[in-house]
């Protein structure tokens, strides 16, 4: 389980996180919408350790991790978790089972002989079998969030956290994207913290949404519950993002 407890970042002139309170339960799929610039990729940020929090708690499993300071003991809470970049961050210098096996090195104690294996094994599972020696510049957009998903889940995981995971994609891979995150859930038995401004996707795959305003969590339950809310800036929100689909 996730527990968020009185979170506060700063930047410069601008509080980003305001005091948040959150509980994530073990095993369910959770989205953070919002407009930009509200907190919710700092957030996902701050969970794994990218960002550090000005005050507050962050507790993975029981484990306050938010002021962390030896490095074996980030490692390790890294190792719980795989984080798909908004723009995949893949290396093109790398063939796409060396961007898979990436992270096993740095997290895991895994022999390196089975590095080609188990990519090859995480490609398959999200539908890139056979692409093990492909150069990155050669998958299409699609094909690069399969793999940079295919890198996450590589050390084995217990949570998955996406940043904004349909960005730039077309509608059709884009519910490709929405399946994927339902199955790495279902088959892996991971939770997942989904980032997005993508209304559908947030609707379809969603156990919980919370949705972020000036820092602060402002709304949250069911996307039944989301999408039926009173509150004036979520309804904006959801009515400027549903006439944006209809003028595509």
Sequence with gaps: MIEIKNLVKNYPGKKVLDGLNLKIETGEIFSVMGPSGT???????????LNRPDSGDIFIDGKNIAFAKDEKEIQKIRSKMGYLFQ???????????ENVAFGLKYLTDINPREY?????????????ENSEYLKINELSGGMKKR?????????GPSY????????????????T????????????KVTSVVVTHDVKLAMEISDRIAFFYGGKI???????????????MV?????NCSCADKRL
Excluded at 88 to 95: Q, R
């Design 177 to 188: 994207v929405a399946k994927l995150i339902k199955e790495m859930s279902e088959k892996l």
């Design 87 to 97: 723009e995949g961050a893949l290396f093109d210098s790398l063939c796409v089972w």
């Design 116 to 128: 080609l294996k188990i990519a090859g094994e995480k490609l398959k599972l999200v539908g890139l």
């Design 235 to 239: 309804k904006e929100f959801l009515e």
């Design 39 to 49: 907190g919710k990729s700092t957030f996902l940020k701050c969970l794994i350790g």
């Design 218 to 232: 402002i709304e949250i339950g069911s996307p039944s519950q989301i999408r039926e809310s009173k509150n004036a």
């Design 160 to 175: 998955l956290l996406y940043d904004e995971p349909t960005t730039g994609l077309d509608p059709v891979t884009g519910e």
């Design 147 to 155: 793999a940079a998903l295919a890198r996450a889940i590589a050390p």
